[in-house]
């Protein structure tokens, strides 16, 4: 192992393609949940039903309240063929960034028309494979009548309910896809934490297209992330001056968090990328599922686990994480948005 450069290499795992959850249990916080004490090692396992007997009343819990948009838009060529749009995130008033398949036979300036019979017109390439695009009309109106829920393309099984890849709280629309620790709570459940003092806040992260792309290079300090939308409102940073636990809920949450924590900014765009090691200036504990190999979201962990062991390096929390993992496949745990979840204290 390289002793100053993390390997790309190093941060993958085997994943039997059965343990890849393909479509959510019932009631959502029926899943199961896997605690990890990162200082110890020690690992327990229940239902995320009783997350709350790892959490106290001084606690708070942040969430990112982005609602997924329907993204995904089938659409019809100019010469009668088959095309497909992802939506990604607005560029500027009028531009949209979008995945467009097929893109080489997408000329710029082809306009594709979408099953409510609304076109859409490609522009420029903007590199990392994606496009420029223009609606003909209220991007979201047009959206919510013609596209469909944006599933990971690991998920094949399309019959659950739209509802069950959005949050509860979910309220501004923005993501191209979940902030999926947050699929695990119910309503009730909620309802019970706060009646046990445990308190809320949400911030808004809109979910970009890193959460779909492998790591690029040999090293892991050669990959950049797309920027993403935040929003942290002055009720949640005043929440944040606590005596208690902050615990966020997901990645894209820690990530707000700490961004908030480096600029003084309520709002815009960050490429924060967390890697080991990193400084956590905010967060105390993270609810999260079980990640991709290979991706951010397993460094984010990876670095997060490393906070809490005095003294570790990035490759003894790694050990600690996937020795966790391997644990969670052989007790037959689910993976990835669909999947079950861990709190990691």
Do not use: C, K
């Amino acid at each position: 192992m390289n002793g100053t450069r993390l390997r790309v290499d190093d941060f993958d795992y085997d994943l039997p393609e059965d343990a890849i959850a393909q479509a959510p249990v019932e009631p959502r916080d029926a899943s199961r949940l896997l605690v990890l004490e990162r200082a110890s090692g020690r690992v327990s396992h229940a239902r995320f039903s009783a997350v709350g007997e790892w959490l106290s009343p001084s606690d708070l819990l942040v969430v990112n309240d982005s609602r997924v948009m329907p993204a995904r838009l089938p659409a019809v060529r100019e010469t009668g063929g088959g095309a497909e749009i992802l939506v990604l995130r607005p560029l500027d008033d009028e531009r949209w960034e979008a995945l467009v398949r097929p893109s080489r036979r997408v000329a710029v300036g082809a306009r594709l028309t979408l099953r409510n019979g609304r076109q859409v017109e490609v522009g420029e390439r903007l590199g990392d494979g994606t496009r420029a695009i223009r609606f003909d009309g209220d991007p979201q109106a047009i959206m919510a009548s013609a596209g469909e829920m944006p599933l990971p393309p690991y998920i094949r099984d399309r019959s659950s309910s739209p509802d069950r890849y959005q949050t509860v709280y979910a309220r501004p629309p923005g993501s191209a896809a979940a902030p999926t620790a947050g699929l695990h709570f119910t309503p009730e459940l909620l309802a019970t934490l706060e009646a046990r003092g445990v308190r809320r806040a949400s911030v808004t992260l809109h979910v970009g297209l890193d959460t779909f792309r492998p790591l690029d290079g040999e090293f892991v300090d050669e990959h950049h992330i797309h920027r993403e939308w935040y929003a942290i409102p002055a009720a949640t940073r005043a929440a944040l001056d606590t005596t208690g636990r902050i615990v966020a809920v997901g990645t894209t949450a820690v990530r707000v968090l700490e961004t908030a924590a480096r600029s003084e900014s309520a709002s815009g765009w960050t490429d924060l990328y967390i890697t080991p090691p990193h400084r956590f200036r905010t967060v105390d504990a993270l609810i999260t599922n079980f990640h991709l190999p290979r991706s951010s979201l397993l460094l984010l962990v990876t670095a997060f686990v490393q906070a809490g062991m005095e003294g570790a390096d990035a490759y003894a929390a790694r050990d600690r994480l996937l020795d966790a993992y391997r644990l969670a496949l052989a007790e037959d745990y689910r993976f990835f948005s669909f999947g079950d979840a861990m709190l990691i204290v």
